[in-house]
Structure formats: C-alpha cells, structure tokens
C-alpha cells in the first residue's frame, strides 16, 4: 500500500491506486447531526480564519490526510445546512441522514455505520463536527495503534482526560446496534474498560469542543497561529 495522500486533491486518484482495502477497512463517522442549541447556529458551518474553512471540511481534510478517505458525515436536524459546510471540498465523502437525530449521538453513530454493498468495515473512527482541531497525526496514531494491536476502543488521552476521534472495532458495532440509546456508547466503553487503549498525544485539538459562541472565539484566537503551524507539520 502506498502513502496515504496529504491533500483533498490528491485523495481520488490515491484511492484508485490499489488501496480500496484500506478504503474498506476503516470508515470516519462524523457526527454532525445535533440542533447545536447551545451554538444558535450549526456548528458544522463555523469557519476558521481568513481562508472560510469550516469545521467540518477541516475534519474531512485532516481524516483524508491522515489516509481515511471513507468518510461518512451524519446529518439530522440541520441536514441542509451540514452538506451546504462541505461544499468547499472536493472529496470522496458520503452523507447519512438520522430522522431520530434527537434520540441522541449513539442513534448518528448507527446511522453512520449502515452498511452499504461491498463495504468490509472493519472498524469505526468516531468524531465529533464539534472537534474540528484534532491534528491528522493524532488521527493516524490512534488508527496504526488499532492496526498493531486490535483492541476493541482506541482514543486518544492526556492524563485521565480522554478525547476524540474514538476508534471501535468493528467486533462493537452490533452491540452498538442494540444499546440503549438514552444511555449511548457510554455503557459500551464502560463494558470494555479494562480493554481499551488509550494513546498518550500532545494535541490539545483531540480534547478540545466548541459547543457555545464564547468557546468559538477563545478557540479562533488560541488555536489559529498554534494550530496551523501543528497541522502542517503533522501533515508533511
């Protein structure tokens, strides 16, 4: 298997050079589905600096950086709205509705793991739109770490904090299936406590959410300068 692409660009022809196992084996979730009340506006749309990147094609660009170009964005209650955030992007990703959007993140999560004809989905890399400052490095750890060692959840940690994306092994999903939605992925992980990876990462993006307009500005002014720089040497 060749290198993983390092832009939008180049993520169509890498995936018709002989890597559609990679393709298969690896699906990104991201979860966009929620009302953002908090926000008052969704979030998948806000920008990031001078260049009108979103939050959501800065997730699309670091997942295809980091050699997932499987992508699926779960839409809900502002379907529209999260579609029209990826137009700037040129990029082999695909959209899943969620109608019972408002019974909460673990119906997205199924919603996003539909299988579709000719997928082997072996694992899923779960995020959230409202984490658009994780690094592709982190990204690609969290996934090699899976690869090596197959446990059943990988995410990135500091400390005793825990962060995103969250990676479960496809021997989860119908587990995940048949959880109780208004209890979520938590009792999953709780089910699997003592089997879960955490991986160690200097990256303040992977513990980082944006839920109110005040979390938005703090993050536009901490993270641009410092981000950008992290991001493109993460993606060299």
């Not at 000719?118 to 990204?139: C, H, K, M, N, Y």
């Amino acid at each position: 298997m060749g290198r993983a692409p390092h832009s939008i660009r180049a993520a169509r022809n890498w995936c018709k050079q002989g890597v559609a196992s990679y393709r298969a084996m690896v699906r990104a979730v991201i979860l966009a589905a929620g009302a953002s009340s908090r926000m008052g506006r969704p979030k998948a749309g806000l920008t990031l600096g001078p260049t009108g990147e979103t939050f959501l094609t800065r997730i699309i660009r670091h997942m295809i950086d980091a050699g997932i170009p499987d992508i699926v964005v779960v839409t809900g209650a502002a379907a529209e709205a999260v579609r029209d955030a990826a137009q700037p992007v040129r990029a082999p990703i695909r959209f899943e509705h969620n109608p019972r959007w408002s019974d909460g993140q673990l119906s997205s999560l199924v919603a996003g793991l539909r299988p579709r004809q000719g997928d082997v989905v072996e694992s899923a890399l779960v995020t959230l739109v409202d984490t658009p400052f994780v690094r592709a490095d982190t990204i690609r750890l969290v996934v090699s770490t899976w690869r090596v060692r197959r446990p059943p959840i990988v995410r990135p940690a500091r400390g005793e904090v825990h962060g995103h994306p969250v990676l479960f092994d496809g021997a989860l999903f119908q587990e995940l299936r048949d959880a109780d939605p208004r209890v979520g992925a938590k009792a999953i992980v709780r089910a699997y406590a003592n089997q879960i990876v955490n991986v160690p990462v200097q990256d303040d993006g992977a513990f980082r959410d944006v839920d109110t307009p005040d979390e938005y500005e703090v993050s536009l002014r901490e993270m641009p300068s410092r981000g950008s720089a992290l991001t493109d040497r993460a993606d060299e």
